[in-house]
């Protein structure tokens, strides 16, 4: 089954790559669709669900390897920083390219990522 994410969609806006593989863990999907799974509850002061996320990325060409680790709780209560971060960034003129562009190409992409860390996510790239 093909899973078309975000991720993999921008992905084609950086690298020229004849092919993409994305992975998933299908017990989440299988949460979402079942109607006893409970709404996650507060699990620390902020307010954050317990649930934990992980996006792991490897990119290769020959035998080079690269890869990037991001990780954090409560993904959900990661996403109004990292548009709070953008807006402050695009108004700041702190933009690479304008018009419609992906993130990674309106801002450095490992910049604004570590701008998140530690509280948001933490970031490991190799």
């Known amino acids: ?10 992905i084609s806006r950086h690298l020229r ?10 017990a989440p999907l299988h ?4 109607p006893d799974t409970p709404e996650p509850t507060a699990a ?10 992980l996006v792991d ?6 035998s080079e390897e690269r890869r990037a680790v991001v990780r954090g709780q409560d993904i959900y ?11 402050e960034r695009v108004v700041g003129g702190l933009v690479a390219a304008r018009g419609v562009v992906a993130a990674g190409e309106a801002f450095d992409a490992r ?3 570590r ?3 530690p509280m948001h996510l933490s970031l490991d790239v190799r």
């Open 57 to 62: 990325v490897i990119a290769r060409r020959g």
């Open 77 to 87: 209560a990661v996403t109004a920083p990292i548009v709070v971060e953008a807006t």
């Open 115 to 117: 701008s998140l860390s």
């Open 1 to 10: 089954m093909g899973i078309a994410l975000a991720e993999t969609i921008t």
């Open 111 to 113: 910049d604004f990522l």
């Open 31 to 34: 949460d979402l669709h079942d």
């Open 17 to 26: 790559t004849p092919e993409i593989r994305a992975y998933m863990n299908l």
């Open 44 to 53: 620390d002061e902020r307010g954050r669900s317990s649930q934990t996320f």
